[in-house]
């Protein structure tokens, strides 16, 4: 969330801001409100002013034997005046609020402006496999050995989900103990963190109000199945007051994540990749904001870790404006390649929130110097499941129709080396 202050006081650098996400939130509405409000507040000032003078004057009366009836009716009506223009401030609260809540992130100045097809690839890692032979897509490959059942899937949820077997089973858990373990001995700490949780939570970390109709809902008690760990882990210092010195927070959890997809028709929709339910290894830091930009980088890093210990090849670009996420200032996309539909798929976004979030959750720090200020969050994927498996089964892919089991994965694997 933004700063009421900052707004006031920088309209047209927000109004550019958010043109460049192509959102249309009313600013000049929220500051016509914001007006009013100071103005409704400065009479109410005012008039409490006036009826503190009012009651010294009474006393006074009284004291002198005097009658007081006109001065105790003309503070009665002040009273309600003061009462009625109280909840007129509490309804352009309310107005402002709706807005605000509304109101995305803007994008950092080293954002390039302009939609998907504008992202900026900052770097490249591996080589492109030229295969001697045709690679089957993963759903094929996996089909054939029996390690991915969608027709199952379909049958006990629905379209939009996927169902691992045996050593496909296998290959998932190890990945995961792969990623936690790469990441908590580079100082993440391990989380197991609920994976339903509240309105109010959903809000810190900046999917509610905007993208509700991407979520699950309960509807009984209206929780919320997360979208991604980081929901739950951002929010584990939500209204807390951090100490300078115990920053940064690096931290890590698996989950499934849960998304409705609304919108995603005819986008990626085969196999594992655009589905409803999938598996990822999160991670988030929260750091002093001074440093959060070279933070960003060296989650970046993080992430590209675990593509370079599977040895896939993959790119790395910087999102433009457009296609940044509500909350983000900044973001950088890690694109693997997939050797059997020859393109690359996104395996990690990782990004700069600021203090967007930190507001959002009233998560504070206390400096060095005793101010209370908001921290900068950030997290990125480490990596999703959903697109790591069906490279593996894609760029390691033989001949024959078996699959080749990453080398620093056979320890998780219990020494097997293919799938066949």
């Not at 296998?170 to 197991?192: C, P, S, V, W």
Request: proline letters at 4%; a negative charge.
């Amino acid at each position: 969330m933004l700063d009421m202050k900052f707004i006031r006081e920088n309209p047209d650098l927000v109004k550019a801001g958010i043109k460049k996400k192509n959102d249309s939130t009313d600013i000049d509405q929220l500051l016509n409100l914001d007006e009013s409000r100071r103005e409704v507040i400065r009479t109410v000032e005012e008039l409490k002013a006036k009826r503190n003078q009012a009651t010294q004057d009474i006393a006074q009366k009284k004291k002198a034997g005097e009658k007081a009836d006109d001065a105790i009716a003309a503070m009665r009506k002040v009273g309600q005046e003061i009462s009625e223009l109280d909840n007129k401030l509490r309804d352009i609260e309310a107005e402002m609020e709706k807005i605000a809540h509304w109101i995305p992130n803007l994008p950092h100045e080293s954002v390039p402006v302009g939609g998907e097809e504008d992202m900026v690839i900052v770097r490249e890692w591996g080589e492109i496999p030229k295969p001697s032979f045709k690679v089957l897509p993963h759903w094929e490959i996996g089909e054939k050995l029996g390690i991915l059942d969608l027709e199952a899937a379909t049958k006990i949820s629905g379209s939009g989900f996927y169902m691992l077997r045996g050593l496909g089973a296998k290959l998932q858990r190890a990945l995961i103990g792969y990623m936690l373990d790469l990441h908590t001995k580079d100082n993440f700490e391990e989380i197991t963190a609920p994976y339903i949780v509240t309105e109010e939570t959903m809000f810190g970390t900046g999917q509610l109000p905007k993208m509700e109709d991407d979520m699950y809902k309960t509807t009984e008690d209206g929780m919320y199945l997360i979208p991604t760990a980081e929901v739950s882990i951002t929010n584990i210092y939500k209204k807390d007051i951090l100490d300078y010195k115990d920053l940064p927070k690096y931290l890590v959890g698996y989950s499934p994540c849960f998304r409705r997809e609304a919108g995603a028709a005819g986008k990626d929709t085969r196999g594992m990749i655009r589905v409803h339910q999938f598996d990822k290894v999160e991670m988030v830091k929260i750091v002093d904001p001074e440093k959060s930009y070279d933070e960003l980088e060296s989650l970046v890093a993080q992430a590209e870790k675990v593509l370079q210990g599977l040895k896939i090849p993959y790119r790395v670009g910087t999102l433009a404006s457009g296609d940044l996420s509500f909350a983000a200032a900044k973001c950088y996309d890690i694109e693997l390649w997939a050797a059997g539909v020859e393109k690359y798929l996104e395996i990690s976004s990782v990004s700069n929130f600021e203090s967007f979030q930190a507001r959002r959750m009233n998560c504070r720090y206390r400096d060095a110097e005793k101010k209370v200020n908001f921290p900068h969050t950030l997290n990125g994927s480490g990596v999703a499941l959903a697109r790591l498996i069906p490279a593996i089964l894609e760029n390691y892919q033989n001949e024959d129709g078996t699959v080749s089991i990453p080398e620093v994965l056979r320890p998780y694997m219990g020494g097997i080396e293919k799938i066949s």
